[in-house]
């Protein structure tokens, strides 16, 4: 019987464990972004009272929970107080330098994609005053030969 009350109590304080670091996190990365608590839920679909009962320690539904995680770019497990690792999973398992080479190749990409439109665009531009140009000409000499 005595093993039975422990294992409920370890439950139980387990269970208080995570609802406490729950409301304390969301506290930090909220306060951290300077959010209000309508601001916040309204950020990620839910209503201020909502988020209200998170901060005094509700523990959210799967997909609120998924859905704060996301918005805050942080892991549940982190969130519910599993994991002392803020980035997800992901996020870890690839090295600064991977992410960083990629987001510069995109960047790059990005750069000549813009230098081929701002030059198509001054080609337009072109095209367009040549033709105003020459369609006022026009007018012109058509103005001397009717005047």
Do not use: C
Request: net charge neutral.
């Amino acid at each position: 019987m005595q093993e039975l009350l422990r294992k409920i109590s370890y439950s139980v304080n387990t269970f208080l464990k995570q609802k406490l670091q729950f409301a304390e996190r969301l506290r930090f990365l909220r306060d951290k972004r300077g959010l209000s608590s309508l601001e916040l839920g309204k950020s990620v679909g839910l209503s201020h009272v909502s988020i209200g009962n998170f901060l005094d320690g509700q523990l959210p539904k799967s997909e609120h929970l998924a859905s704060l995680a996301e918005f805050f770019g942080v892991s549940t497990d982190w969130l519910l107080g599993r994991d002392t690792e803020m980035s997800p999973p992901a996020l870890r398992e690839n090295a600064p330098e991977y992410l960083l080479d990629d987001a510069l190749a995109e960047l790059e990409a990005l750069k000549e994609k813009v230098q081929s439109l701002d030059r198509a665009l001054r080609r337009l531009k072109e095209e367009r005053d040549r033709a105003a140009l020459e369609a006022t000409r026009r007018a012109a000499d058509s103005e001397r030969k009717t005047g």
